[in-house]
Antibody
Framework: QVQLQQWGAGLLKPSETLSLTCGVY????????WTWIRQAPGKGLEWIGE???????NYNPSLKTRVTISVDTSKNQFSLKMSSVTAADTAVYFC????????????WGQGALVTVSS | DIVMTQSPLSLPVTPGEPASISCRSS???????????LHWFLQKPGQSPQLLIY???NRASGVPDRFNGSGSGTDYTLKISRVEAEDVGVYYC?????????FGQGTKLEIK
């Protein structure tokens, strides 16, 4: 059974850098894209970006200048960094596995609330 | 970006009755390979979203057969044949044809 577990700082001040890591347990790490999606409080879902095991990335253009997604295949982990955060970045951040061929997003982490407040 | 528009945004349903959610995209999601790059998710209260339907009409593993997805091009529908109490939550459609992948606003299903 595949499990995604995520961790990182939950409270940030404006202008700081958000940093989250997602560990993948079970299943194959290669052969998938590893995705970050966020959900502002009471709002819908926003796709942030994704990475595969070889480090190839795709980003949402609206966030691209502030976002870096990286991968550590030795640990079966991938990470999200978002610079210069503001209150608008307050959200629950989900890490998700995306299957390459069908593009289905089949396994989701539990979500991590990141609050940006002065 | 491809804009996804769901309707209705709120859906009160009596248990045992059917329910239907519409999702429209601003561009066709039908790829030249014949697949519609449209998924459906359910986010139950306090939980992460879970995949219900992928590529327009394929039920994900473990999803009850009362959930059915249909449609092609720019118009898609999720139908629940007989709503149960456990189906409560917010339903999202998502296009995965073009980056950035985008979601509909969500449809909140509640039990009457």
């Amino acid at each position: 059974q595949v499990q995604l577990q995520q961790w990182g700082a939950g409270l940030l001040k404006p202008s700081e850098t958000l940093s989250l890591t997602c560990g993948v347990y079970g299943g194959s790490f290669s052969g998938h894209y590893w995705t970050w999606i966020r959900q502002a409080p009471g709002k819908g879902l926003e796709w942030i970006g994704e990475i595969n095991h070889s480090g190839s990335t795709n980003y949402n253009p609206s966030l691209k200048t502030r976002v870096t997604i990286s991968v550590d295949t030795s640990k079966n982990q991938f990470s999200l960094k978002m610079s210069s955060v503001t209150a608008a970045d307050t959200a629950v951040y989900f890490c998700v596995r995306r299957v390459i061929v069908t593009k289905r997003l089949d396994y989701w982490g539990q979500g991590a609330l990141v609050t940006v407040s002065s | 970006d491809i804009v996804m528009t769901q309707s209705p945004l709120s859906l009160p349903v009596t248990p045992g009755e059917p329910a239907s959610i519409s999702c429209r995209s601003s561009q066709s999601l039908l790829h030249s390979n014949g697949y519609n790059y449209l998924h459906w998710f359910l986010q139950k209260p306090g939980q992460s979203p879970q995949l219900l339907i992928y590529l327009g009409s394929n039920r994900a593993s473990g999803v009850p057969d009362r959930f059915n997805g249909s449609g092609s091009g720019t118009d898609y529908t999720l139908k629940i044949s007989r709503v149960e109490a456990e189906d409560v939550g917010v339903y999202y459609c998502m296009q995965v044809l073009q980056i950035p992948y985008t979601f509909g606003q969500g449809t909140k299903l509640e039990i009457k």
